[in-house]
C-alpha cells in the first residue's frame, strides 16, 4: 500500500481503492459460470500490447498507446502521428526534437540548445504537455527527455483534456518505454560524431521463463559532445531497467524504472542585433558564447519507478492500471544576452542563478469493455486519473558585465545575492473521472463520445514573503467524432474536442482566474493503403484557446484572463513502407495563428502572429534498401517558412540530410550527414537574442547484436 501513504489526504480514497483493486487482480482467477468471450478478449487486449517491439518500418499499424484505445490511427477520428524506433535509428535521431521533426504542424526546439524540451503544436505551445506510457511527466518540464529510452514518440493533435486531465490545446506527445520481450536479444552500439560526440550504448533482454511472459530488460547509455558554440558542451547518463511478471495469461505487468544524469552547459544563441538585424560591424560568428565560461553548469537528475498492469476479466472487461513517482533535481547558472549598447559591439548581459527540484504522483485505472448491442458495437472505456506534482523553485537575478560580441574577453564574475529573488513551492493536484464510448453503426458508421469531469487545486507558497495561495479550479470537458467507411480504404471524419488549463494567480482584486478553455473543430480524411502498408491523412482544423492571461492594461504589474488565441490550419501526412525496400515519412502543414483578443493591452497586439508559429512547414525522409542487399541509403528534407517572434521576423529555411548504413549478419554500420549543405538558419527567437539552429554535423555508428 506504499502508493496509499504517498497521497495527499483528498485523494488517498482514490489510491487506496487503485492499491487494492490492483493487488485483488494480481490474483483473481476467472470465473468458471462465465462464458468465454474471446472477440472481446482480442479486441481489448490489443491496448495492453499496443507497439512496444513491433514497428519494424516507418508504419506501425498497431493501436497507438496515447489514444487509450483498440483503435488504429486509420480508424481513429482525430489526427495521431507515430515516429517508430525504426525511423529513429535510422535517423541516428539524438533529442525529442529530433524525432519532432517528422511530425507535420509541429515546432520543435524552438529555444534552441538550452537542455529542456522545447515544442509547439499547431501553434500553440505543448511543452508541458508530454507523457511517458500515458502518465504526465509532471505539471512543468524541466529536465529533457532521453529519446534512446522509448520505442516510439506519438503525437495527438488538437485538445486532449478527455483523457489527459489539464492539457493545453495544441495536443499532446507520449513517450512509450522499452519494455521486456519474450525473446532473448542484445545490442551494443558505438558512435563518434562532430563537435566531439562520443556515445556508448547497449539495449539487451533476456526471458526469466519458459513462455517468455516474465522477462528482464535494461538500456543504457552515455554521452560526451561538445557544441558548434564554443565553451558550450553536453554529458548525459541514462539507464533503463524494467522486469515483465507472470501473472498468468490475463494479467500483464511490467516495473518501469529510469535514471538520468544530465550535465550541461546553456546555449542562448545570439543578439538581435548581430544576427537578424544589422550592425556596422557585420555579422556575429555562429559560435560566438555570450555567457560565461566560469558560470556554474546545469546539473540535472530524474529518477522513475512505476508500473502498467492489464488485467483480462472473463466476462470481457479489462482493467488498466499505470502508475509512476518520479523525483528530479535541476541546479545551474543562466547567463543571457540583454540589448545591445550604443557602440553596436558590446551587448548587456543577465545572470540567474536557478534551483528546481521536485516529485510527481501520477496515476491512471480505467476499465474498457467491448460488446454489441442491437446493430451498434461499442467499446466502453471508464476511467479515473490522479496527479500530485510539486516543485520547489529558487532563482536569484545576478549581475555580470558586457560582453564584446566580436572580441569576447571572459572572466567577468557572476555576482549573485544570498537573498534569491524568488523562493517558492507549487504543487499541483488533479482527480479527473472519465467516460468514452466508440460506437460503430452498421457496417460503416463510427461515433465517439466522451465526457470529462476534472478538480484541481494549485497551491503556492511564497517563502519570501510567507504567503499562501490556493486556486482550485473545476471544469467538464469532452469529444464528440463521426467517421464514415466511404470505402474499405477511405475513412473522412468530423471532430469536436475541448480542453482546460488552470491558470495561477489573481487578478488586481484578488480574485483568481477562470481557467483556460479550448476548443477545436476538425474536418479529415484518412487513406489506408497497400494493405495498410501506407497511410495517408489530411486535416482541416480551427482551434481556439481562451482566457489567455495578458498583462492588465489599467493596473500595472497584474494580469487580466480574457484573452483568445486561435490558429486554423491544414495539414498532410504520410508515412509508407512500400515494399521492395523503400519506406517514407513526411507532411506538410499550413499554420495560421493569431492573437484575436490581446485583453486591451496597449500598444494592441490584436491580429499579431503567434511567436515562432511558421505559416508553411515541411518535412519528407526516405529509407531505401535494395532487398538481398546489406547497403541501404536515405535522406530527407524538413523546412519553414518566415516567422514572426516578439516584433521582428525571422527568415525561413531548408536543411537537407543523408545517410549511408550498411547491415550484414551481426554488425551495423551507419553514416548519417545533417545539414548537408550547412544551412545556418534560426530555430526560434526569444525576445532579446535569436536560437541558433544546428550547423552541418556527422555521426558514424558502430553497432553489433547478438
Known amino acids: 500500500m506504499t502508493c496509499y501513504r504517498l497521497a495527499p489526504r483528498r485523494a488517498r480514497f482514490l489510491l487506496g481503492a487503485f492499491c487494492l483493486t490492483t493487488a485483488f487482480q494480481a490474483s483473481a482467477a476467472p470465473d468458471k459460470d462465465t462464458p468465454d468471450t474471446s472477440s472481446d478478449k482480442t479486441t481489448t487486449q490489443l491496448t495492453a500490447v499496443s507497439v512496444v517491439g513491433q514497428s519494424g518500418g516507418f508504419r506501425n499499424p498497431s493501436p497507438p498507446g496515447i489514444d487509450k484505445s483498440s483503435l488504429t490511427i486509420e480508424q481513429t477520428p482525430r489526427t495521431v502521428t507515430v515516429v517508430t524506433r525504426e525511423l529513429l535509428d535510422v535517423q541516428q535521431a539524438q533529442t525529442l526534437a529530433d524525432a519532432l521533426h517528422n511530425v507535420p504542424g509541429v515546432v520543435s526546439n524552438n529555444f534552441g540548445r538550452r537542455g529542456w524540451d522545447d515544442l509547439i503544436i499547431r501553434g500553440q505551445t505543448a511543452s508541458d504537455s508530454l507523457f511517458v506510457d500515458g502518465l504526465r511527466t509532471a505539471a512543468s518540464n524541466r529536465v529533457a527527455e532521453q529519446l534512446f529510452g522509448y520505442e516510439q514518440v506519438e503525437v495527438l493533435k488538437g485538445p486532449a483534456s478527455l483523457m489527459y486531465g489539464l492539457v493545453l490545446p495544441g495536443g499532446v506527445v507520449n513517450m512509450v518505454s522499452k519494455r521486456p520481450q519474450p525473446d532473448a536479444f542484445g545490442s551494443v552500439d558505438v558512435t563518434a560524431g562532430s563537435d566531439g560526440l562520443r556515445q556508448a550504448s547497449f539495449d539487451v533482454g533476456a526471458p526469466l521463463s519458459a513462455n517468455g511472459r516474465s522477462a528482464v530488460r535494461v538500456n543504457g547509455l552515455a554521452m560526451n559532445s561538445d557544441d558548434a ?71 540535472g537528475r530524474q529518477t522513475r519507478v512505476g508500473y502498467a498492469l492489464t488485467h483480462r476479466f472473463s466476462d470481457g472487461w479489462t482493467l488498466t492500471n499505470n502508475l509512476r513517482v518520479q523525483d528530479f533535481t535541476l541546479d545551474g547558472q543562466l547567463v543571457a544576452n540583454g540589448a545591445m549598447n550604443a557602440d553596436q559591439r558590446t551587448v548587456k548581459r543577465t545572470g540567474t542563478d536557478q534551483h528546481y527540484s521536485g516529485r510527481t504522483l501520477v496515476v491512471d485505472s480505467r476499465l474498457m469493455r467491448s460488446f454489441e448491442t442491437a446493430h451498434v458495437s461499442h467499446e466502453v472505456t471508464l476511467g479515473v486519473d490522479y496527479m500530485d506534482s510539486r516543485e520547489d523553485a529558487v532563482s536569484r537575478t545576478c549581475t555580470v558585465a558586457a560582453l564584446d560580441a566580436y572580441l569576447p574577453v571572459y572572466g567577468a564574475a557572476i ?235 525571422l527568415p525561413g529555411y531548408v536543411v537537407a540530410d543523408a545517410g549511408i548504413a550498411w547491415d550484414a549478419q551481426r554488425w551495423h554500420l551507419a553514416l548519417s550527414l545533417k545539414n548537408v549543405f550547412d544551412k545556418h538558419y534560426y530555430a526560434g527567437g526569444l525576445a532579446a537574442a535569436v536560437a541558433l539552429g544546428d550547423d552541418r554535423s556527422t555521426m558514424f555508428n558502430v553497432g553489433y547484436r547478438f
Open 415 to 649: 555576482v549573485c545575492p544570498a537573498k534569491p529573488r524568488t523562493d517558492t513551492r507549487t504543487d499541483v493536484n488533479m482527480v479527473g473521472v472519465y467516460a468514452r464510448d466508440q460506437l460503430t453503426v452498421g457496417e460503416a458508421w463510427h461515433v465517439t463520445a466522451g465526457l470529462r469531469r476534472d478538480r484541481t487545486w494549485t497551491a503556492t507558497d511564497n517563502h519570501l514573503t510567507g504567503t499562501h495561495e490556493n486556486d482550485p479550479a473545476s471544469a467538464n470537458t469532452g469529444s464528440l467524432a463521426v467517421m464514415y467507411d466511404l470505402a474499405s480504404s477511405v475513412h473522412p471524419y468530423l471532430s469536436y474536442a475541448t480542453s482546460f488549463y488552470p491558470n495561477t494567480g489573481t487578478n488586481v482584486q484578488a480574485r483568481p482566474f477562470a481557467p483556460e478553455k479550448g476548443k477545436q473543430w476538425e474536418l479529415g480524411l484518412k487513406f489506408d493503403l497497400m494493405q495498410g502498408r501506407m497511410l495517408v491523412t489530411t486535416a482541416l482544423y480551427d482551434l481556439r484557446r481562451q482566457n489567455v492571461l495578458q498583462d492588465d492594461p489599467v493596473n500595472e504589474g497584474y494580469s487580466i484572463a480574457i484573452g483568445e488565441q486561435r490558429t486554423r490550419g491544414a495539414e498532410l501526412g504520410v508515412t509508407a513502407d512500400l515494399g521492395g525496400g523503400l519506406s517514407l515519412n513526411g507532411g506538410y502543414a499550413y499554420t495560421q495563428g493569431l492573437i484575436t483578443d490581446d485583453g486591451g493591452e496597449v500598444p494592441s497586439t490584436d491580429g499579431q502572429r503567434i511567436n515562432n508559429v511558421p505559416r508553411h512547414s515541411a518535412t519528407l525522409f526516405a529509407r531505401y534498401q535494395s532487398p538481398g542487399s546489406p547497403w541501404s541509403f536515405n535522406g530527407g528534407f524538413r523546412g519553414e517558412s518566415s516567422r514572426f517572434a516578439y516584433s521582428y521576423t
Open 229 to 299: 558554440t564554443q565553451h558550450v558542451w553536453f554529458r548525459n547518463r541514462w539507464i533503463a531497467p524494467s522486469l515483465s511478471l507472470d501473472l498468468g495469461e490475463d494479467t500483464d505487468f511490467v516495473l518501469l524504472t529510469s535514471l538520468q544524469e544530465r550535465h550541461y552547459v546553456r546555449q542562448q544563441g545570439l543578439p538581435l542585433v548581430g544576427s537578424i538585424k544589422a550592425d556596422k560591424y557585420g555579422a556575429i560568428p555562429r559560435d560566438t558564447f555570450m555567457g560565461e565560461p566560469g558560470q556554474e553548469p546545469y546539473d
